[in-house]
């Protein structure tokens, strides 16, 4: 595709239904982000791929979210027992990777409403 | 890790005026700053980067200068105009794995 697709663009869940996101990324690009975003916020760092290994997890804000890219281009962030506090713009984002680092170009972003 | 902050939070200019946004970063390893405009609704897009090589780079009426010494970098508009309003974030890349911290971003108005 032309830029990065995610999906869905909205999603409602009841507290404690399980969620997933997908993030297909730009063709060829190494390196895949997800981020958070809540309302009038900037997007804070949940996980960081390069191909299918998960080089920094670091952001994901409990053990009940998930992240994987199995075969190093789609991804799915999946969200367990979701909660309140879970409700945001979920932004994946991927770039090439080289020796200097490259634009990392956003999808249009996952609203999730948790009811 | 890489620690991104943001200043100001909000800024209010007059059409024409310039404006200045501030960032520091708390990673000596990071060498790639980008800066994002993120319309209302809209997927964050780059509009202007600079690498750690280099101290100043200008596109039209925007420019972004570093200092990695003081590790700050800054956004700078001049004669803004009102399609100008947006929120802006700023972010640092760190070494050669690409992994990126955003700040907390700013929101511009220019005024009419």
């Known amino acids: 595709g032309a830029g990065v697709s995610q999906s869905p663009r909205y999603k409602v869940a009841k507290r404690g239904q399980d969620v997933a996101l997908r993030c297909d990324p730009i063709s060829g690009h190494v390196s895949l982000f997800w981020y958070q975003q809540a309302l009038g916020q900037g997007p804070e760092f949940l996980t960081y791929f390069q191909n299918e290994a998960q080089l920094d997890k670091s952001g994901l804000p409990s053990d009940r979210f998930f992240a994987e890219r199995p075969e190093g281009s789609v991804s799915t962030l999946k969200i367990q027992r979701t909660q309140q506090e879970d409700s945001a713009v979920y932004l994946c984002a991927s770039s090439l990777l080289g020796q200097m680092n490259t634009e990392a170009f956003f999808g249009q972003g996952t609203r999730l409403t948790v009811v | 890790g890489e620690n991104v902050e943001q200043h100001p939070s909000t800024l209010s200019v007059q059409e024409g005026d310039s404006a200045v946004i501030k960032c520091t970063y708390s990673?000596?390893?990071?060498?790639?700053f980008p800066w994002y405009k993120q319309e209302l609704g809209k997927r964050p897009q780059l509009i202007i980067d600079?690498?750690?090589?280099?101290g100043e780079k200008k596109d039209q009426r925007i420019a972004v200068t570093l200092n990695k010494t003081a590790k700050h970098f800054s956004l700078h508009i001049t004669e803004t105009q009102p399609e100008d309003s947006a929120v802006y974030f700023c972010a640092a890349s760190i070494g050669n794995n690409n992994d990126m911290r955003f700040g907390a971003g700013t929101r511009l108005t220019v005024k009419p």
């Open positions: 600079i690498r750690s090589n280099v």
């Open positions: 990673d000596s390893a990071s060498n790639y």
